[in-house]
């Protein structure tokens, strides 16, 4: 079994910075594309970033405009999300995902892509 453990979520001003982890544990495999999804108030789950298993491709969906990093560390297992100036639409539940292989943007968007979730970290930005 896998396990994936997201951490560094919490409150922060509009136009501040958060830096998300996930810890990958178990079965996990630094060949895995690993992104982070996020799910806001009523709304549907969606990709922010995802990165390849070298580091390289990465994707960002187009409501990062270059605000946020993915970034991983596979002799430590974790892969990173730095998120920079925060709007308050980014308020949402953030979850660390595993894949078992990498492809067109069409297909890194999709949930069922994705093998192994982490339990999500909720980010809240206020205005």
């Known amino acids: 079994q896998v396990q994936l453990v997201e951490s560094g979520g919490g409150l922060v001003q509009a136009g501040g910075s958060l830096r998300l982890s996930c810890a990958g544990s178990?079965?996990?495999?630094?060949?895995?594309?690993m992104a982070w999804f996020r799910q806001g108030p009523r709304k549907e789950r969606e990709l922010v970033c995802a990165i390849k298993w070298g580091g390289d491709p990465t994707y960002c969906a187009d409501f990062v405009e270059g605000r946020f990093t993915i970034s991983r560390d596979n002799a430590k297992n974790t892969v990173d999300l730095q998120m920079r100036s925060l709007k308050p639409e980014d308020t949402a539940v953030y979850y660390c995902?595993?894949?078992?292989?990498?492809?067109?943007?069409?297909?890194?968007?999709?949930?069922?892509?994705?093998?192994?979730w982490g339990q999500g970290t909720q980010v809240t930005v206020s205005s």
């Open positions: 178990g079965r996990y495999a630094s060949s895995y594309t």
């Open positions: 995902a595993a894949s078992l292989s990498w492809g067109s943007a069409s297909a890194l968007v999709r949930l069922n892509e994705y093998a192994y």
